[in-house]
C-alpha cells in the first residue's frame, strides 16, 4: 500500500542561497546554508485545524543567528534532547550552541582544531545528550570533542580520534543510545565505531561511491546508508551484515532521516526526488516531485503525541523549505 503525503507549506527564499542542512529538536527547526546565517523556525505550531483561521504561519522564524558562519554553513546538527546544536563553516569554523528553556539558541563557544581548515571539520553529529561532538576530516579522521569541557580559548578536550584509511569523511552519525558512531567516506567505504571501546567494530563493505549519508535507526538496530550509488543499503548493526537494497532513485542520494518509530526512512537527492521507503516491506512507499532543485537535506519533525500524521521537510537549491504531511486515512 502506497501512501500519501501532501505539501502543506513552503517557505521561499527561507535562505538567499543553497540550504545545505537541516536538525531539529523536540519544538524547532534549524536551517543552514551557504549565506552566513543559521535560521531556527518553530514547529510547535504544526497541527493544523482546518477549521481555524489561525496558524497561517504555521512555521514562523524565531531566531536568527546572524553572520556566525562568513563563507556559509555547510552542516548543523543537533543532540537528540534538543539542548545543544553544532555548525560547521566553509570558513573551517565549528561552533557550538546551546538552548535555553525558552527556546533561544546563544554560542557556547568555538572548537578550533590544531590547524584551522574547510577540511579539518566537515560533517558533524552530536550524541543524545549534547555531550560527544564527533567530526570527519578530509583524510578520513574522525575527531570527537566533550562539549562540556569547551573552553573560552577555544580548547575542547578530544574523547577519541577514530583513524580510517584517509579518504575524505562526508558523514557522519552518532547512534541514539550513544554507543556507536558511523562514519561515510569519499571511496564508498562506512565504519562503525564503538564509543565504549575507542574500537573499530565493522568496516562495512558494498558501496563504491561516495557515502553522502549515514544514519542509525532509532532503535540502534540499523545503519542505512546511501549516496552516489543512487541505492539506499541498509546494514544490522550488531553484525555489519547488509540485508537490504533500496533502489529507485536515478540520482545521487544526498540526505537520509528516520522516522520516529523506525518503520519509515525519508530520502532526498540531488534530482529533486524526495522517497518514503517502508523498512518491513523494503520498497518505495511515496514519492514526491515537487522539487526540480537539488535537495541537499530531508528530515522529519518529531512527532507530537497529539498528532496522528507524521511530517518531514525538504531543502536544498531552491532555497525553500518545504514541509510534506501525511494524509488522513492512509
Known sequence: MSKQYLQTHTLADAHPTDIFSLAVTPSQLLSASG???????????QAINPESAEDEHPYPLVQTLEKVHPLGCHHVATSGDGRTAASAGFAGELKVWTCSDEGTWEAKGEIKPDKKSAGECWAVAL????????????????????????????????????????SFGLAINISPN?????????NGSVYIFNNTTSRLVHSLTG?????????????????????DARIISLYSTESGQQFANLTGHSSWIMSLDWNWSGEFLLSGSYDGKAKIWSLERRECVATQTESDNCLWAVKWLPKAAAQRNETFVTAGAGKTLAFYREASGT
Not at 558501496?207 to 549519508?213: A, Y
Open 127 to 166: 550524541s543524545e545528550d549534547g555531550r560527544a561532538l564527533a567530526t570527519t576530516t578530509h583524510d578520513g579522521r574522525i575527531n570527537v570533542y566533550d562539549t562540556h569541557t569547551l573552553s573560552d580559548s577555544g580548547t575542547a578536550e578530544k574523547i577519541t580520534q577514530y583513524e580510517t584509511k584517509g
Open 207 to 227: 558501496l563504491i561511491k561516495p557515502v553522502r549519508s549515514v544514519k542509525f535507526s532509532p532503535a540502534n538496530k540499523y545503519l542505512a546508508v546511501a549516496g
Open 35 to 45: 549565506s552566513s546565517s543559521i535560521r531556527i523556525h518553530s514547529t510547535k505550531g
Open 178 to 186: 550513544g554507543e556507536m558512531t558511523a562514519s561515510g567516506h569519499q
